[in-house]
């Protein structure tokens, strides 16, 4: 098959599919991309790099008001299609299939080009005003202006729901979220976690080095971690950061450590030039030469990091399941995560992890030292997280549903 593949970041979602699908000497693949975001070249994935909007473009864009992101969409949409138009007229190369990221409106117009070409999809996330990520608790009240936002940025992914011919989505909650009229299209299948990278060290309280930041931890030490893209309120930066102060007030030789920068990747962005790991140091109250801020990090080092984890903390909104918790259960780690209906889907309390109450630093506190204070229960309970990723999540069997699922659409 010639298996066309549209994202704006190359490889995003398709980091793994890709290269699997790729492995296949009977396949072509086709990667269509605005940039290259590893700037890392896949061994048999052909990168074509197209030009996304110009200045005229983006400018429009900024006049659009609540239409800005469906107008983003659409130029998406647009330079993407020329780019796949031009593969066409160049290489007289006609995809069999087309796999895309529906969120950014990059496969709006490919049927325009390409009629009778199926269409697979990913549907990320559907909005909503209420009961769902941003309004959630019930003290959270959407303003009409709020309600009106959120319905018109669903203007595109109601486009592409009509359009493709398939769907996935990575999991139960993220379906629920779409319109019932469309549900018998979507399939629940997950991205994939890779168990044998993801997996726990043979070495137990081997300690951390990271020589970049003269990081020397011995054996031993209670390493408290969290992983996030943006420190935000959206992955609860905040009620972590206070949970922390409240832990190593009482714990003298605890450490933590923080992946992620400091930025906003999900949420509104804040108004006032501000950003909340500022707002955190400012606050004050945790000892800085034991919190340590160590920005993204390459996969070694990350995987040095969780497998050193004596506890890992994952806080979300009701909103997209992060890839992290996945992988934190996967090297064994124990975790605690907030209680909310992503995180739900995949961890039972006290089974394979332990569930906070996400807006009470307090209890996410509690929650920390009663694994540090369990070594043995710490353990089991990562043991049996480990075991719910190879049962459900493990990488092969999830590329594998997604190449049954593309071979059913090519006929």
Not at 222 to 235: A, F, K, N
Not at 365 to 387: F, Q, S, T, V
Request: with cysteine.
């Amino acid at each position: 098959m010639n298996i066309f593949i549209i994202h704006p970041n190359f490889p995003a979602q398709y980091f793994n599919l890709s290269q699997y699908l790729a492995k296949n000497p009977e396949n072509k693949v086709i990667f269509l991309a605005e940039r290259n975001s590893i700037e890392v070249n896949f061994k048999d994935v052909t990168l074509a790099i197209y030009q996304g909007a110009n200045e005229q473009q983006e400018n429009w864009i900024k006049t659009c008001g609540t239409l800005k992101t469906t107008a983003e969409a659409v130029i998406e949409g647009q330079v993407a299609i020329r780019a796949l138009n031009e593969i066409k007229r160049k290489y007289n190369l006609k995809p069999d299939v087309i796999l895309g990221h529906t969120g950014w409106g990059s496969l709006l117009y490919c049927k325009d080009l390409y009629p009778n070409v199926p269409i697979l999809g990913y549907f990320e996330w559907y909005y909503h005003s209420e009961n769902c990520d941003s309004f959630w608790w019930p003290d959270e009240v959407p303003k009409l202006r709020n309600k009106i936002s959120m319905r018109t940025k669903n203007a595109h992914h109601l486009l592409d729901l009509e359009m493709c011919d398939c769907g996935v989505t990575p999991t139960n909650w993220q379906y629920e979220q779409f319109p019932e009229v469309y549900k018998h299209k979507l399939k629940i299948i997950h991205d994939g976690i890779d168990t044998k990278f993801c997996s726990p060290s043979s070495t137990e309280n081997s300690g951390l080095v990271l020589e970049d930041i003269k990081l020397n931890l011995p054996p031993g030490t209670e390493l408290i971690t969290y992983v996030s893209r943006g420190l935000e309120p959206y992955r609860g930066f905040p009620q972590f950061m206070d949970a922390i102060r409240l832990v190593l007030s009482r714990r003298k030789n605890a450490h933590v450590i923080v992946v992620g920068v400091d930025r906003v990747c999900y949420g509104a962005q804040r108004k006032d030039g501000e950003s909340y790991l500022k707002d955190e140091e400012a606050k004050g109250g945790y000892p800085i030469d034991r919190v340590h801020f160590v920005g993204l990090r390459n996969r070694g080092d990350y995987q040095k990091i969780l497998r050193a984890s004596s506890c890992h903390v994952y806080l979300t909104r009701p909103f997209v399941l992060s890839w992290s918790v996945l992988e934190a259960m996967s090297f064994a780690c124990p975790v605690v995560a907030s209680k909310t209906p992503p995180v739900q889907e995949v961890m039972e309390d006290n089974f394979n992890g332990l569930l906070a109450e996400f807006r009470s630093p307090y209890n996410i506190a509690a929650k920390i030292e009663e694994i540090l204070d369990n070594p043995e229960r710490a353990k089991k309970l990562g043991k049996n997280a480990r075991e719910t990723i190879l049962e459900r999540y493990e990488l092969d069997k999830c590329l594998n549903a997604q190449e049954n699922l593309i071979n059913n659409l090519v006929r």
